[in-house]
């Protein structure tokens, strides 16, 4: 008798002890009462409607129409969601969440279907702003990414993001956006991920246009910064006073641990690889130059390997001038973390360049994406690392999601426990740290087209059954879930 209450009690002891850690360790509280929320999607995983009403080809209709093909399933976005036609409905699922926004792109080839100002597509400019006055209409503000990586493919034919001629013409593109929507968008993102635009795209070659070269990714880099530095001028210039919105530019970053935290070694690396990652993009904008780290590393290994110039492209007094502060606010995608050791590598190009290996360890809990491991408190670490290395600029979350599959269908437990951990850490940041984050939106607001990996994986917090031709859209727990939170602002006391 006398044990069998002694072990009731030990389990006792034991569940309290988790659940007291459980909570020390969640943070209750409200965010800024000034904080918005929303979701994202992009126009080329979600619209189809590829070659509807005038729309030129862009390099991902080319990629996925390649035989064979290049994406996992072998699918395309040739339909996806159905957006094109059903974004009425869209709105309406954005309204049932009660969101303050929503960020979506604008199908550059849909308005301009050679990419240059000799094309014109006035289907297009009706179609954004049909979605742009339903959304102001149910008192949800729009958030335009201009690029979101498709490119209209007669641009990708003269050489693409490595052909610095591009960035008149994106400074043109941009142009006719803020004259035909400016009136009514007052967010403006130039770019979604610069980083997968061109290591992706012309370092790796796994999404469109398909090529691997250690060279073309910093080209690429180089003149995507230039057009972004271009675009927010335009606006700062042309636009800025009249329609008084803001722009800025979304960097894609994990966090990057060192394995070893007490070894210095370790958290130097750490360091160059969170600098080589986010800083590429960012320091050319927040100070007007690649960081110094890149410089150094990338001449050196350039040299070493018999190269005339660096791989790494130099900005002139003019150009440092236009990029240095191109920004009122910086957008940031997060969804990961990865451990770094320090490592003398050969391989030439953005990876080999920066002398470490990134890893994430096995027990780390999983997602659909190999890529994606659950590290809820490397957000908080990253928001951090963003403050002290800028200065703690305006952030603005554009996106943050886990993928599943299809198995898991509407009851996405583990994507809610995603948003819960991830937010509550973000809400650290804010109220314990002192980060200055204003906006969060999750990815995404429906499954849609994943890129290399097709329909494989899921990132909704709608359902999105491709089987069926009116693709339907069902909520999942998570919307539920986010709703609260968004209604809330915050995570009420227990
Ligand atoms: C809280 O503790 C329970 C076990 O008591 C565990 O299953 C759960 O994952 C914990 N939650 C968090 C957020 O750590
Ligand atoms: C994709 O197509 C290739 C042929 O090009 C075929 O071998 C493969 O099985 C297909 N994969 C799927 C998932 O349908
Ligand atoms: C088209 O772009 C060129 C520069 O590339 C510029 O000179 C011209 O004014 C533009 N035309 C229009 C209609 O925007
Ligand atoms: C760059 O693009 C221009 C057209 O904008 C083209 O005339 C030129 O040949 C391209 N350069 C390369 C190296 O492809
Ligand atoms: C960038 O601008 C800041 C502040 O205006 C200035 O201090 C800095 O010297 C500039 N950087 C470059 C490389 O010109
Ligand atoms: C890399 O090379 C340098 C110089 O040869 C050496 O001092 C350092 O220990 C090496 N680092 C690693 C991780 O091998
Ligand atoms: C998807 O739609 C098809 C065709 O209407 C239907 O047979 C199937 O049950 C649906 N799947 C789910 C998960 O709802």
């Not at 070659?205 to 972004?228: E, F």
């Not at 690649?290 to 290994?301: C, T």
């Not at 659950?374 to 200065?391: A, E, Q, S």
Request: net charge negative; aromatic share 14%; proline share 5%.
């Amino acid at each position: 008798m006398s044990t069998k209450i002694s072990i009731v009690g030990l389990v006792l002891v034991a569940l309290s002890l988790t659940s007291a850690q459980n909570d020390s360790d969640f943070l209750y509280g409200y965010f800024p009462d000034d904080f918005e929320w929303g979701f994202a999607t992009a126009s080329y995983q979600i619209e189809g409607g590829w070659n509807e009403d005038g729309k030129g080809e862009n390099i991902w209709d080319e990629f996925t129409h390649r035989n064979p093909s290049p994406i996992k399933d072998n699918s395309t976005g040739d339909v996806a969601c159905d957006s094109y036609h059903k974004y009425l409905e869209d709105v309406e699922l954005l309204k049932n969440t009660g969101v303050n926004f929503y960020r979506f792109s604008i199908s550059w080839s849909r308005i301009q279907p050679d990419g240059t100002n000799r094309t014109f597509n006035q289907a297009g400019i009706d179609y954004y702003n049909n979605l742009i006055n339903a959304l102001i209409a149910n008192g949800i503000e729009p958030m335009v990414t201009l690029y979101h990586w498709d490119l209209p493919q007669a641009l990708q034919a003269v050489g693409g993001w490595p052909n610095e001629t591009i960035v008149q013409h994106f400074e043109n593109y941009a142009r006719v956006a803020y004259s035909y929507f400016g009136d009514r968008v007052k967010q403006w993102i130039t770019f979604n991920e610069a980083f997968v635009v061109c290591q992706q795209g012309y370092g790796d070659g796994v999404h469109a246009p398909g090529i691997a070269s250690p060279v073309q990714s910093y080209d690429c880099a180089h003149n995507v910064l230039k057009s972004h530095a271009l675009a927010y001028r335009l606006y700062e210039r042309e636009f800025k006073e009249r329609q008084q919105g803001v722009c800025g530019i979304t960097i894609d970053s994990g966090y990057y641990e060192p394995e070893d935290p007490t070894n210095p070694a370790h958290v130097e690396a750490a360091e160059r690889a969170q600098t080589f990652k986010h800083g590429w993009y960012a320091f050319p904008i927040f100070f007007g130059d690649y960081p110094a780290v890149m410089r150094e590393l990338i001449d050196l290994k350039s040299a070493s390997e018999g190269l005339l110039e660096s791989r790494l492209p130099s900005f002139d007094a003019y150009w440092s001038q236009q990029l240095n502060g191109s920004w009122d606010f910086l957008g940031l995608n997060h969804y990961t973390t990865e451990l770094v050791v320090p490592e003398n590598r050969t391989d030439p190009g953005w990876r080999g360049d920066q002398n470490t290996r990134t890893y994430q360890p096995e027990e780390w809990p999983a997602s659909a994406s190999v890529w994606l491991k659950v590290v809820p408190w490397g957000f908080r670490k990253l928001l951090n690392w963003i403050k002290n290395t800028y200065n703690n600029p305006l952030l603005l979350v554009t996106e943050n999601g886990f993928s599943d599959t299809d198995a898991e269908g509407v009851n996405d437990q583990r994507r809610v426990d995603y948003y819960r951990d991830y937010t509550n850490n973000m809400l650290k940041a804010i109220n314990l740290d002192g980060c200055n984050v204003k906006k969060y939106t999750a990815w995404s607001l429906m499954d849609n087209f994943e890129w290399a990996e097709g329909y494989t994986e899921r990132f909704g917090v709608h359902y999105v059954n491709y089987t069926d031709p009116a693709r339907p859209r069902t909520p999942k727990n998570s919307q539920r879930f986010l709703k609260q939170l968004f209604a809330d602002n915050g995570f009420p006391p227990q």
